[in-house]
């Protein structure tokens, strides 16, 4: 017995002295950790529950002409309660006045967040969802509400800031105010204005540490950011917001009457190069229209008839015709090789003279001007081409600009028929702000400006950078030239055999090119034929102030395809209304009016815009602009859902102005 009790003991030394020792090197190691690797695994601890967030700079605005707004960063402000900070006593003091402020605000029962409080106090939620998507003037509300007012430890307050870009004007000229996004390894997509000029407008990023809490959530530590964000610059752009949605409607609606797949409009100041309107609209699956993509710029083409101007010029500098010069137009049908080269009217024009053939855009007389002209040294006319650097691109701050096409003798391509055809607009290929850029040239008496889209970057009232007009080409060609086509220009609208006599009003002058280009013209099939119409030119055509083109693509054949029918009136209806709203004669007589809608919802504007206000007016049916300008000369904050004339306004006619802040339109 005594034995088995010696045993025993024994045993209950070494298990003793077992775990004495285990507790020794326990404590060793934690010594050990502490005093040799404390700081690395304090810093592996931070890390995994304290991160350095970027906070996103508030990007700078986007302006028109003339200060209106096109595209603003928005700050929007998610708020959350931590409810395990918060003291017993001062949650049950203040969560009933704290949920009524909560549900004035946010026009919902008071009930419904006492609830939603005190279960986040209940479970003790530290992230508990109040509110999203707040503006800054609701952020600030709820800062002041009771319990929160005491911060963000003691009140349990938590907000989320994020920015958001929003444009004033909707969809209208969407494309060309474009965007700036980045993907999650930092590639950035650059889209219109916003990407080509994103260096001023993006800012630079702040920083600010947050801890992690429970369920993988993020929350702030305190109130300040390590590093504040700093905003991005302010870019006013060349566009008026007036101009732009003239050529948008007016475009919008012979895209629609034509039953047209996608088109685009550009309007640009003649002495400046500053583009004062781009609209691209494309059609969807169900007949709609929106600004799917910037044809104005990335869009290259054969510009079919309005190359006859760029050959014209060619041809009189080389002083091998002048706009004299007889050519017979052979009927109307000129065969060259296995070719045949054909007039748009039947049997022809006869023999006429070149500025005639311009006038009444023969193809045949071109096609044998330039051909029997140049085919002994096609070089020649390519070398007047490129002269006048057609063969250039415009070298836009925008991304995405189609190459021109101007090829050589020996290129790919390269045939017997290339000067012929070359000659009305076919084996080139241009964009239109391309052609445009040429077209305005000679209205400028021959100086080729690079077109401009932004104005000036400023930061608040400081000017940080000005932009001023860039001139490519100080002369493409000569005077004499220069004025020589600008009356055969004049003459297309003017004159009664004209191609653009039907756009004429007697007391509105306007100077331009048709032209009708065929696609997919390469096989037999006339039913896959289609075309892109076109009217390119400028106004008033004696010292002209703006220049203009239009080009639509596959317009319906059965309503009209010709570049004098479908593209001609736009560009009329455009130069009518900019006419109109600044006149550039002492006197005006009566307008004949193209846009019958167009007309009556300007004449409703004005009607409208003359009154003098105390109660709301009826804005249905108007155009979104018009109903803008309107109500924001009432002073008036106005929040617009949708794109067009205004449906539905939340404020109905009559209310008196002095109960009313702010006003929702939705536009369809």
């Known amino acids: 017995m005594a034995f088995l009790s010696k045993h025993i003991l024994t045993r209950l030394y070494l298990v003793s002295g077992g775990l004495f020792l285990f507790a020794g090197l326990v404590l060793f190691k934690l010594v050990s950790i502490q005093m040799v690797h404390g700081d690395k695994y304090k810093a592996i601890a931070l890390k995994r529950t304290e991160k350095m967030f970027t906070i996103p700079p508030n990007r700078g605005n986007l302006y028109s002409d003339d200060g209106s707004l096109l595209a603003t960063s928005v700050s929007k402000y998610t708020i959350r309660f931590d409810a395990v900070t918060v003291k017993d006593e001062d949650f049950k003091k203040f969560v009933n006045p704290l949920a009524v402020k909560l549900g004035g605000l946010l026009h919902k029962p008071s009930s419904h967040f006492e609830k939603l409080l005190r279960k986040a106090k209940t479970n003790k939620n530290r992230y508990a969802l109040i509110a999203r998507n707040l503006d800054y003037s609701q952020y600030i509300s709820v800062k002041d509400f009771p319990l929160f007012n005491m911060g963000p430890y003691r009140g349990g307050l938590i907000v989320d800031q994020k920015t958001v870009r929003e444009h004033p004007l909707g969809k209208i000229a969407e494309r060309s105010v474009g965007y700036e996004r980045f993907d999650e390894n930092g590639y950035a997509t650059r889209v219109g204005l916003e990407g080509a000029f994103g260096q001023y407008l993006r800012g630079k990023e702040g920083k600010r540490l947050k801890q992690k809490i429970a369920k993988g959530q993020w929350k702030p530590i305190g109130l300040d950011n390590i590093i504040e964000p700093k905003d991005g610059y302010d870019v006013i752009s060349t566009i008026d917001i007036n101009i732009q949605d003239i050529a948008h409607h007016a475009l919008l609606g012979q895209l629609e009457k034509y039953k047209a797949d996608h088109g685009c409009v550009i309007v640009m100041e003649t002495r400046t190069g500053e583009i004062k309107a781009i609209s691209n609209l494309g059609r969807t699956a169900d007949n709609k229209y929106y600004e799917r993509l910037n044809y104005a710029i990335g869009e290259s083409n054969e510009p079919g008839s309005t190359f006859k101007l760029m050959s014209l010029v060619a041809a009189l500098e080389d002083k091998v015709v002048d706009t004299s010069s007889v050519i017979d137009t052979e009927k109307g049908k000129w065969r060259l090789y296995d070719r045949t080269v054909r007039d748009s009217k039947n049997g022809g024009y006869g023999k006429i003279s070149v500025g005639n053939a311009f006038e009444v855009s023969s193809n045949t007389a071109f096609a044998k001007m330039i051909h029997n002209s140049y085919k002994d040294k096609p070089q020649d006319f390519v070398n007047g081409l490129m002269r006048m650097d057609l063969h250039k691109e415009l070298d836009l701050p925008i991304k995405g600009e189609g190459k021109p096409v101007i090829r050589n003798p020996g290129d790919k391509g390269w045939s017997g028929i290339s000067l012929a055809w070359m000659s009305h607009g076919y084996e080139v290929s241009l964009t239109p702000l391309q052609t445009l850029a040429f077209y305005n040239a000679i209205a400028n008496d021959g100086e080729l400006l690079r077109p401009r889209l932004i104005r000036e970057v400023k930061e608040w009232n400081t000017t940080i950078r000005e932009f001023e007009k860039e001139v490519i080409n100080s002369a493409i060609c000569s005077k004499e030239t220069a004025y020589k086509v600008q009356q055969l220009l004049k003459n297309v609208v003017e004159k009664e055999h004209g191609t653009g006599h039907r756009l004429y009003a007697p007391n509105f002058s306007m100077a331009g090119k048709t032209g009708t280009a065929q696609k997919n ?139 009313v802040s702010k006003i929702v339109l939705d536009l369809s």
Do not use: W
């Not at 919802?601 to 018009?626: C, H, Q, V």
């Open 521 to 659: 013209y390469v096989g037999k099939d006339p039913d896959k034929l289609r075309y892109i119409s076109t009217f390119a030119g400028y106004f008033p055509a004696d010292d002209p102030k703006y220049s203009c083109i239009v080009v639509i693509h596959e317009p319906d054949k059965s309503v009209g395809y010709y570049g004098a029918d479908v593209s001609g009136p736009v560009f009329k209806s455009i130069a009518q209304k900019i006419y109109a709203n600044n006149p550039l004669i002492d006197e005006v007589a009566s307008l004949e009016p193209f846009n019958q809608v167009l007309d009556e919802a300007y004449e409703d504007y004005f009607e409208e815009a003359g009154r003098i206000m105390t109660t709301m007016p009826n804005l249905k049916g108007m155009s979104g602009m018009d109903a803008i300008s309107i109500l924001e000369n009432l002073g008036l904050q106005v929040e617009i859902k949708g794109n067009g004339k205004v449906k539905k306004q939340s404020i109905t006619q009559g209310t008196s102005l002095s109960k």
